[in-house]
């Protein structure tokens, strides 16, 4: 409080010591424990990342840019990347479009909303692990109900997990069906605050529907959707979850399909070689915050903030 | 016209019913399969949509060579500490950034909003050394410790906190309140709705975590539904009747709280995003 410091000081100075001794006391756990499960392992990690580690992970050896080198002939990782930024150009674009479809539409009187809104947000609160073993099943190229259903239309049976160029759009089906829910339910609490009378003039005025949403829905939503697209595009680099439960390394799509993260839990925890897993870490975090640089920067051109 | 309102009212439904369908069906499908024999899954002519006998066999063996009631207790153990944890930690740190003036505010914010700038991965092999240097790997602190505190929630709830009127403060220490009274009494309350939606948005995370359980806790007892389905899998590849009670198993009790407090989790949900 600077203006309140010009009275009486010494009383001032009293209260000024309180506040400090309270905030600096309520931010310390958050912020020690930041410091010990954030900020010590990031710096960890970066270091770690020019080390090869020992066998049974004793002995870790000073390797100077070696990993990096390493990486950057790997072919894997560069298709680990490519694979990670070919599932996020999928599931990401759809997505959104999907959900701001069904906001749209959910933003009228319809009846039964609230039911269709509680259905579509279903899958989000089942866990990926469970999400992805009955998708599996589904896409089961012998057995599988995706298939049958196929066949019943006349459309030959897809190989749907082990086919190295069909694995990653079945990968990003479920995907999709997981987290449309989600954006979905952002999108309409964003729709919700848009004022009904900016509508009603359009209508007087007799903009079409498609006009409409151009001129008013996208504008004034823009806010949100940008919340929502770099939400979802830090999200779908970090795929894991549905590719580790669903192609094994041995999986003759596994090379088309890898990402970046799971290529990086391979090689930290399965072959333990830390120091190169904190390397390929290293390049995700890259990659990341050049998008979300690439993303403020071209938010200003189309994001309106109101 | 009134026709065309009502062809594209028809229009509107359909695809609402058919995205509704899409949604539901994997889960019922997941079901449907978990009653089956082998041999009804896999029957194609005639395809089975529905057991002929509802069955429970799948169940019974799952539940035997799965010890389902420790991986209950792991996940909800898990879910309810980091809950309790990061809420108030985070409502906490919250408050002071929000109001209080105190002396390396600036930087140790941007520490908060740094930590939610980096991709989580890069913290997992530190963390999982110094939880094995503790010598607790399978425990419940293991599978509790990344989620101690939230960056993320203590920037959520500072949106709170910022959105509440100044004066109720200036009253209530007018009438004798120091911060922690006034934290506690007159602004925690208010900000319950943000309090609501950090809980549900922790719990529900937690629960589909996958990789961290996975690495930190490898002992079939220590783990989580969802590390444990991954290890269940791995094991009886071919008997989807089986793997899908497992999954029935694992997803039920999230599913069966969704359900019950369906309005808190969307509105929870929204009210982060809208806030953000």
């Known amino acids: 409080m600077p ?26 756990p958050t912020i020690i424990g930041l410091i010990i499960l954030n900020i010590i392992p990031i710096i960890q990690t970066f270091y770690m990342s020019f080390f090869k580690s020992g066998d049974f992970g004793k002995g870790n050896i000073f390797v100077g840019l070696d990993n990096y080198k390493k990486m950057f002939a790997d072919t894997q990782v560069w298709s680990a990347v490519a694979n990670t930024i070919k599932y996020t150009l999928i599931v990401v674009p759809v997505t959104i479009v999907l959900a701001m479809l069904l906001a749209v539409i959910l933003n009228n009187k319809i009846k039964g909303r609230g039911i269709f809104r509680t259905i579509y947000f279903i899958p989000m609160v089942a866990a990926p692990a469970a999400v992805t073993m009955v998708w599996r099943w589904l896409y089961n190229s012998k057995f599988g109900l995706i298939n049958y259903v196929l066949n019943k239309l006349g459309i030959a049976s897809v190989n749907w997990t082990d086919d190295p160029n ?120 890259a990659i990341i915050m050049v998008i979300t640089v690439i993303q403020m920067k071209v938010q200003k051109k189309w994001v309106k903030y109101m | 016209m009134n026709r065309k309102k009502s062809i594209s009212k028809l229009l509107i439904y359909i695809i609402l019913i058919l995205g509704a369908a899409i949604m539901i069906l994997p889960l019922l499908w997941m079901v449907l399969t978990s009653f089956k024999t082998v ?80 991709p989580a991965q890069i913290f997992i092999i530190p963390q999982y050394l110094m939880v094995d240097k503790l010598g607790m790997r399978n425990t419940i602190f293991a599978l509790v410790f990344p989620g101690l505190v939230s960056a993320f929630g203590t920037f959520l709830l500072r949106q709170f906190f910022m959105g509440l009127p100044k004066e109720l403060e200036e009253a209530a220490r007018l009438d004798g309140c120091n911060i922690g009274q006034i934290f506690l009494k007159v602004m925690l309350p208010l900000t319950k709705s943000g309090l609501v939606s950090l809980g549900i ?56 709280i969704y359900i019950i407090f369906q309005k808190q989790f969307i509105e929870g949900i929204a009210t982060s995003g809208s806030k953000l």
């Open chain 2, 201 to 256: 948005f922790t719990a529900l995370f937690a629960f589909k975590d996958l990789m961290w359980p996975t690495i930190v806790n490898t002992r079939a007892d220590a783990a989580t539904l969802s590390s444990a389905l991954a290890k269940i899998q791995s094991g009886y590849s071919v008997n989807y009747p089986q793997l899908m009670a497992a999954a029935v198993l694992a997803i039920w009790p999230m599913l069966l």
């Open chain 1, 166 to 285: 069909v694995a990653i759009y079945a990968i990003a089906i479920i995907a999709i069906w997981s987290t449309v829910g989600y954006s979905m339910v952002l999108l309409l609490a964003g729709l919700q605050e848009i004022p009904r009378d900016f509508y009603e003039a359009a209508n007087i005025d007799g903009a079409s529907l498609f006009k409409q949403f151009r001129k008013i829905t996208l504008p004034l939503v823009s806010p949100t959707l940008f919340f929502v697209m770099v939400t979802s595009i830090i999200q779908a680099m970090q795929v894991f979850d549905v590719i580790y439960m669903m192609i094994d390394v041995t999986s003759p799509a596994y090379d088309k399909t890898v990402s970046l993260v799971y290529l990086f839990y391979n090689n930290s925890f399965k072959y333990s070689n830390k120091g190169y897993g904190s390397a390929i870490v290293m390049l995700l975090l």
């Open chain 2, 39 to 118: 041999t009804e899954s896999t029957s194609m002519n005639p395809f089975i949509f529905f057991p002929n006998a509802w069955k429970i066999d799948n169940y019974i063996t799952v539940l035997k060579q799965n010890n389902f009631q420790r991986l209950y207790f792991n996940t909800f153990a898990m879910m309810v500490l980091r809950v309790l944890c990061s809420v108030s930690f985070s409502a906490m740190a919250a408050y002071a950034f929000a109001r209080l003036a105190f002396p390396g505010k600036n930087l140790l914010f941007g520490l908060v909003m740094f930590q939610m700038m980096v």
């Open chain 1, 3 to 28: 203006q309140a410091s010009m009275a009486g000081k010494g009383k001032i100075s009293k209260r000024k010591c309180n506040e400090w001794f309270w905030g600096l006391g309520l931010v310390a």
